[in-house]
């Protein structure tokens, strides 16, 4: 992804941003690589307004969900940027603080330009920033003075500043090669935790763990559309912007075992209950343990003025049914409700005396 760092009108970031494609185009087709430019002046994205640390990837506004679906598709980036007063422009500080787990684990270099400095300051500060979001630097680096190479607002023509961008494009995508297996294990450190099985790791679920929680998913439903004769099951026909879109009412929470995903569940409260939903567990991991485990796990994490658990199930998903009524939920509707689902509860044991 190359950045254009500037917004302002007549700016000339989108001139150098379309320099260093031009100049690395066929490199770029030779190993492999797709540019996507990003122009801050495009996102639209206003000052920082969402609610939620974003390391808790939870977003409520749109702008905030089209800038990390595409930062997040991205391996790694050209930062083009200006100086403005010895420092980055704000719009890029912004954009960056808006993300947090898009941008890790993923090289940067930067073309930066500017007066006597070239916007060789303006990078010393950005470089500061975006260790703190676990990006990598690299060492090839683009620096123009305007005076010397910009006539009328384009680039002038120069084999050596081609070669330069050539060079940083080449580094990047080396660096970005040996940094991508940092990005396929779980982004927030895992909380190593002693279950039923060894090997398991603990999340809260990050942007990151939702491609692979939707495949899970509809692997562990296909017995549920088995089981009840339908595959009109939300599990089942939710897409990965449903997941994502879900992750700002639930608590989602991962299990990996071994670094492959292989459990998962979530939990919201709703006035004095506390709503469980979408355990599930891998088909070859079943029967050890895992989901009695997760389960007493989210009811752990219920608030404080939790009453009682509850949770729904297909009215013939035998298995489930048996699972929750061993942790002490017992069916409300013995009939099940219109869609073919029952619904179980289970009152909190008062904690009171402990506290
Ligand atoms: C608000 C502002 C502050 C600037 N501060 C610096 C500076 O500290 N150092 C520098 O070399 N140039 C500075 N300049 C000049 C810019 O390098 C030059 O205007 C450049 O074209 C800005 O990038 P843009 O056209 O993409 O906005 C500044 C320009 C602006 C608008």
Not at 286 to 292: E, K, P, R, T, V
Not at 343 to 353: D, F, N
Request: with cysteine; charged share 20%; proline share 6%.
């Amino acid at each position: 992804m190359v950045i254009v760092a500037s917004t302002r009108p007549g700016r000339l970031g989108p001139a150098i941003a379309d320099w260093f494609v031009q100049a690395t185009l066929p490199a770029a087709a030779a190993g492999g690589v797709t540019l996507d430019v990003a122009d801050l002046a495009d996102m639209g994205l206003p000052l920082l307004d969402e609610p939620e640390h974003p390391s808790s990837g939870i977003y409520v506004h749109e702008h905030t969900r089209a800038w990390s679906r595409r930062v997040a598709a991205a391996d790694a980036f050209v930062v083009v940027t200006p100086e403005y007063n010895y420092g980055m422009p704000a719009a890029l500080k912004n954009a960056f603080d808006f993300l947090y787990h898009e941008w890790a684990w993923k090289p940067v270099g930067f073309v930066s330009y500017g007066n006597t400095s070239a916007g060789t300051r303006s990078v010393q500060m950005t470089k500061q920033v975006v260790t703190t979001l676990k990006m990598m630097p690299i060492g090839a680096t683009v620096a123009l003075r305007i005076a010397d190479s910009t006539h009328n607002g384009q680039v002038l023509q120069s084999a050596g500043l081609d070669e330069a961008g050539r060079r940083m494009l080449l580094e990047l995508t080396r660096v970005a090669s040996a940094m991508r297996p940092l990005r396929t294990a779980p982004d927030s450190d895992p909380t190593s935790v002693s279950g039923p099985v060894e090997g398991l790791t603990l999340t809260t679920a990050q942007p990151g763990d939702l491609a692979e929680l939707l495949v899970l998913q509809r692997c562990c439903w296909v017995q549920e559309a088995l089981a009840n004769d339908t595959l009109d099951l939300p599990p089942l026909t939710e897409t990965l912007d449903d997941l994502r879109e879900s992750m700002s009412t639930w608590q989602l929470w991962c299990v990996r075992r071994h670094g492959r995903l292989v459990a998962a569940v979530r939990a919201r409260a709703r006035e004095s209950a506390w709503l469980i939903g979408r355990l599930m567990v891998a088909p070859d991991q079943a029967g050890n343990g895992i989901g009695s485990w997760l389960l007493a796990y989210a009811e752990e994490r219920a608030p404080e003025e939790t009453e009682r658990y509850e949770l729904f199930t297909g009215h013939r998903s035998t298995r489930n049914i048996k699972l929750y009524e061993r942790a002490g939920y017992a069916l409300t509707y013995a009939d099940g409700i219109p869609d073919g689902s029952v619904h179980l509860t289970k009152q909190r044991q008062s904690t009171a005396g402990a506290r």
